[in-house]
């Protein structure tokens, strides 16, 4: 093994030995990533949310929740590479660990950040060739997208007991845009938001994600009576919030849903 210098997303420097041979993932759309570019023997840790693919989540062991880390169980599978998110992580644990492991950090809120962090976890691997495949045909399927002529003015939900949105400078709100949606939320990030607060954004389409919150049909029926002009309609979160290889699913996703959406929307 060689000494190797390579630059997260946060534009910090980590040395690891390489390549690789004992890998933690502690994000769960990083984690399909990685099983997708071949490394089933390599990765030895995951969080108990890195459910895809099953069978991979059935085998390997399980280091807590991506906010949650148990870091006894870290220290005990010895990684050489630790690939962690910048907000789906918890910062302090975050620093802990990269006082005694590499760790390489990802920062992702728009699909041009997604496609270039894997190829660069692909660099990082040895796996350049098959993640630039990756990378290059998910963009292609997005470029195939139809833009929208009349984006639909659409409130997602991810939360309840508060309830939050997605706002902007998130990448859902990218998704969103690619998917022929306008948020008509202003505000950064993730707000609570009160249900009279945001009847006077009128939106046409209410999304309620399946994750982290696991909205169901009843919730549909709670908040049709607070938007009685509105669809509401659930949709699957990993679509609009996972951004490694499940990306290339997304875009035939998002396609089949503007089509069914604009079919059933009550306002024309």
């Not at 030895?44 to 949310?49: E, P, Q």
């Amino acid at each position: 093994m060689q000494n190797k210098t390579f630059t997260d997303q946060l534009g910090r420097t980590i040395n690891i030995n390489y390549l690789p041979k004992r890998i933690i993932s502690l994000v769960p759309s990083q984690t399909e990533l990685l099983f997708d570019l071949g490394l089933d023997e390599e990765v030895v840790g995951i969080t108990k949310f890195c459910i895809h693919p099953k069978e991979q989540f059935k085998k390997k062991v399980k280091i807590g929740g991506t906010k949650t880390l148990n870091i006894d169980k870290i220290r005990a599978l010895n990684p050489d590479l630790i690939i962690a998110n910048k907000e789906e992580n918890q910062q302090e644990q975050i620093e802990a660990l990269t006082q005694e492991f590499p760790v390489w950090i990802s920062d992702i809120n728009t699909l041009a950040e997604a496609l270039t962090m894997i190829k660069q976890v692909g660099e990082l691997v040895a796996t350049k060739a098959k993640a630039a495949q990756i990378a290059d045909t998910i963009k292609a399927n997005f470029d195939n997208l139809i833009p929208s002529s009349k984006p639909l003015k659409a409130a997602y939900f991810i939360w309840k007991d508060p309830y939050m949105l997605a706002g902007k400078h998130t990448f859902i709100d990218d998704m969103l845009t690619y998917s022929g949606f306008e948020n008509v939320l202003s505000e950064s990030r993730y707000p609570e938001i009160d249900l009279e607060t945001l009847q006077q954004l009128q939106p046409q389409v209410i999304l309620l994600s399946t994750e982290p919150y696991p909205f169901k049909q009843k919730h549909i029926e709670e908040l049709q009576k607070y938007f009685p002009r509105a669809f509401i309609t659930l949709v699957d979160g990993e679509m609009f919030s996972w951004y490694g290889s499940r990306l290339l699913k997304a875009p035939a996703y998002f396609s089949n849903l503007y089509k069914n959406l604009t079919i059933n929307l009550p306002i024309k």
